[in-house]
Structure formats: structure tokens, C-alpha cells
């Protein structure tokens, strides 16, 4: 049992399999997919060779995080040949010398799907929070507002909203707008369009006042003189405690 529930933790299919008693190929992989990570493993250590000699060992042990990957693409939802080649041209833009953790390799087939679709990234988002929130004094409505993309007037005025209410640090701003950047590149991938900012015209009418809120102003000055008739009249009933 211990041996089963390290080898779960650490989503070792060779081991689960093992135990099972079934081969591997027909309980975790299908081919195809073997291939596809085969073939990003090589160009990955194009751009990272360093992890020929730190990363990659024993042949096994390379087959193991190859089969972790696998697993990780399909319950993360990369599983199209497009977002993997996003991943892999963000990871050529990011460089560097160590290997990418899974978890960051997706995280870039996310951004660059996102980028090919013409969404902007997460951290061009956070600066052009951080731009609104420098320049909007000079806008008379979040509508009329430059933004350098429309969805980031509904992302940016959002998590403002979300920033307010709960006092939100810098990373937990970061963390909503990954978040609502995520759900926009759903819907969008679903047909959605992002709507444009429409500048609101403003109201110009003059504001009615509190006589005009009661009713009218005669109306309202006759219930005040009323209201100190009825006060004068209960004096004379009661002259010791003076007169209005």
C-alpha cells in the first residue's frame, strides 16, 4: 500500500502499472502521443542543451518524465499539435539555460495560444493595469480610455473591482488577471468576440432638488408652516412653557 500511494503521488505509470500487472502502453499513452513528446523533448534540448548533462539520465528515468508530461498535457488541457509549438516558441523566446519545469512549459502553451489568437499576455495586462491606474485622471470615463486591447478594459476594470474589495496585493492582482485572461481565452476559442468600450453619453440634465424630490416647492413650504402652526397652537394651550 505505501509503495501505491508514493507511486500515485509521484504519477509514476511505470510503477501503477507494475502493480496492476497490465503494460503500460495500454493504460496511460497512445502512440501518437509518445511521438508528439518525443519530438518536443528534442527540440527542447535545442534550446536547452545544458539539460543533457543535469536533466537527463538514466534512459528510464527520461521515459518516466516523459510519461509524467503526457499525463500532465491531458488533465491541463494541452492537447492540440498548435499549443505545443506555442509552448515551444515562447520557450525560444524566454531562453536560458535550465530545462522548464511541466507546469511552466504549459503555462507557455497557454500564453503563446493565447498570443497567436492576438490576446495579449498576462504580464501586458498588469502594466496596462498599472497604466490606468496612473493615467485615468485624464479620461472622463473608463469607456474613453486608450487601451492597447479591448479585453483589457474588461479584464483591467474587473480586478480593479475584485482589488478594492479585498485588498488585493500586487501578486494577488496578477493572480486575477491570469485568472480572467484564462476564462477570456476559453470563450474566445469557443467563437466568443470581445466587446468593444462604448463611451456612455453623459447626462446633462440638471439634478432636481430636495423641494423637487418632495413634490414641489409650495408644497413643501406649506407642511413646514403648518407644522409651526400646530406648535403655536399647543403653547397657548400651555403658557408656562413659552412662546415660538
Not at 528510464?60 to 503526457?70: F, L, P, S
Not at 504580464?123 to 474613453?144: C, M, S
Amino acid at each position: 500500500m505505501k509503495n501505491l500511494v508514493s507511486a500515485v503521488q509521484r504519477r509514476d505509470a511505470a510503477a501503477l502499472s507494475r502493480m496492476a500487472g497490465q503494460p503500460l502502453q495500454a493504460r496511460v499513452v497512445n502512440g501518437n502521443a509518445e511521438k508528439l513528446v518525443d519530438v518536443l523533448f528534442e527540440n527542447l534540448l535545442l534550446l536547452f542543451p545544458a539539460a543533457r548533462n543535469t536533466v537527463f539520465g538514466a534512459p528510464d528515468e527520461v521515459a518516466a518524465m516523459k510519461r509524467q508530461w503526457i499525463t500532465a498535457f491531458a488533465e491541463g488541457g494541452i492537447t492540440t499539435l498548435e499549443q505545443v509549438r506555442a509552448g515551444v516558441s515562447m520557450a525560444r523566446q524566454h531562453g536560458g539555460d535550465f530545462w522548464p519545469s511541466c507546469g511552466r512549459f504549459m503555462a507557455w502553451c497557454r500564453e503563446g495560444a493565447r498570443g497567436a489568437g492576438g490576446l495579449p499576455s498576462d504580464d501586458e495586462v498588469l502594466a496596462e493595469f498599472h497604466r490606468y491606474a496612473r493615467d485615468k485622471h485624464r479620461f472622463a470615463t473608463p469607456e474613453a480610455f486608450d487601451w492597447a486591447h479591448p479585453v483589457m478594459y474588461w479584464v483591467v476594470l474587473d480586478v480593479r473591482q475584485l482589488m478594492y474589495r479585498y485588498n488585493y496585493t500586487e501578486a494577488e492582482v496578477l493572480r486575477a488577471i491570469k485568472a480572467q485572461m484564462k476564462q477570456w481565452a476559453k470563450d474566445i476559442a469557443s467563437g466568443k468576440v470581445i466587446p468593444q468600450p462604448v463611451v456612455r453619453i453623459a447626462d446633462c440634465r440638471r439634478p432636481k432638488t430636495a423641494a423637487e424630490l418632495a413634490g414641489n416647492a409650495e408644497h413643501y413650504q406649506s407642511v413646514g408652516v403648518a407644522a409651526l402652526a400646530a406648535i403655536r397652537q399647543k403653547m397657548r394651550g400651555n403658557p408656562g412653557e413659552g412662546a415660538v
